[in-house]
């Protein structure tokens, strides 16, 4: 019986929806603005596609959120082997994770942002197999599944048997602290060792300018002319970042501002304060693809939830991207992590990205879990055959 490890912090990514970057030393503030805890709900998404193979597997986990729950709403085999602190803390991660990793598990999976990663890699470092379950709101680590479901789909192939090669992949982390006051401290914190199934783990995002100015101009010159008289939500990003700097704005780092008639409405606005601005007033969403990813949703703007994206609605939503970028994917597609499955199956398709001043071209939007290939198909058994 394969024996895995399961280990959630409760409140990775609570910062994201009320704008305050992540969930470092924030966590009382965020809960008395209004956040939601979503790590768990982010596990089940992720692990409830093991439930007809739950007979060749355990789970080794802690108590409470930290893992207990979610095997109990799952009818998971499992043994918990921790006791957690109420409310748990990045100690509790770290003794957790040493724990576990003394029982010679097949796979560790913890469920969070960089800074578990981080926790992760200080006790375990890179000598238990890992794979993380994206949960926070700064994931730039390569050791995470692209989506809750995508990671899962990952361990179900262990589970079958199916032959998974190991690759070390970088665990990066920023100072949230600095990120707060727009500046980027990022660096690596070494390696883990997770399974190299490049189709569902993300690669490390890629820093750096990646074009010449000039192709920013002509992205901006052409959003513009777009969206005069409008009002639009600004994302993060270094080409929207660039467009916002065509208009003699200033954008806020790793959240949304709200412009009109080129002046700033409002800056780093939460969800609860977007839906109440763009409820009765038609607007636009601009936002770039995060590079070396290919994520529009679900990497640093928690603040976009599912009610103010159908607020929006897709034909509103204003992708904007460099061909560098879109190359850097090698034809995988843009993915939307939005914590709705419908919702992202209601995004997927083909969208128009603004590639340069009336230049654009059309970029397919499917999360991996969605997509069989002919040849995948004649590898699974009929029942499991998408329509």
Known sequence: MIKIGLLINPVAGIGGSVALKGSDEVVERALAMGAEKKAM?????????LVPLAERFCVLTASGEMGEQVCQQLDFNHRV???ANSPSSAVDTKEAAALLSEQRLDLLVFVGGDGTARDVLSVVGSQ??????PAGCKIHSAVYGVTPKATGMVIAKLLRGEILSLKVAEVMDIDEQAFRQGRVRAKCFGEMRVPDELHYVQATKQGGMEVEDLVLQDIAAEVIELMDDQQFIAGSGSTVAAIMQELSLANTLL???LVKDRQILQQDLTEAELINRIAS???QLLLTIIGGQGHLFGRGNQQLSPRVLRLIGRENIVVVATKTKLKSLHGRPLIVDTGDTELDKYLSGSIKVITGYRDYIMYRVSNPENEVTDAQKLCLPTSVVPE
């Open 255 to 257: 959240g949304v501002d």
């Open 41 to 49: 709900q982010r596990a089940v998404q992720a692990l409830q596609c």
């Open 81 to 83: 082997l921790y006791q």
């Open 281 to 283: 007033v038609k607007t």
């Open 128 to 133: 238990q197999n890992c794979l993380g379950i």
